[in-house]
Nanobody, 128 residues
Framework: QVQLVESGGGLVQAGDSLRLSCAAS????????MGWFRQVPGQEREFVAA????????RFGDSVKGRCTISKINAKNMVFLQMHNLKPEDTAVYYC?????????????????????WGQGTQVTVSS
């Protein structure tokens, strides 16, 4: 069973940058995509970004396009979410998630239910 642990959240000011990290441990997936989602209490979980096993395919949520970069280091089982020009609307708990896929899968899913392994989340708070 793969376990995911996020880190890097905190309190920042609008316009600041922040990098979130996700460390995976345990039994690895043969082929998987990694994603980042965020959630505000009382609201639906929102897709932020995801990356394929190879790292060649990426997808970003509309609300963060141009302000986020996702990357990974397979050898270290690490995934990163680099955010810049943060806005108060970015305030949320950010979750790292893993989606096991067939080796031929190219499309990146934005659906949270398709990601079966989740971390505990890390809080990001952006002040005005």
């Amino acid at each position: 069973q793969v376990q995911l642990v996020e880190s890097g959240g905190g309190l920042v000011q609008a316009g600041d940058s922040l990098r979130l990290s996700c460390a995976a441990s345990g039994r690895p997936f043969s082929t998987y995509h990694m994603g980042w989602f965020r959630q505000v209490p009382g609201q639906e979980r929102e897709f932020v970004a995801a990356i394929s096993m190879s790292g060649w395919q990426m997808r970003f949520g509309d609300s963060v396009k141009g302000r986020c970069t996702i990357s990974k280091i397979n050898a270290k089982n690490m995934v990163f979410l680099q955010m810049h020009n943060l806005k108060p609307e970015d305030t949320a708990v950010y979750y790292c998630a893993a989606r096991e896929v067939r080796p031929s899968t190219v499309e990146i899913s934005t659906t949270s239910s398709e990601y079966r392994i989740w971390g505990q989340g890390t809080q990001v708070t952006v002040s005005s």
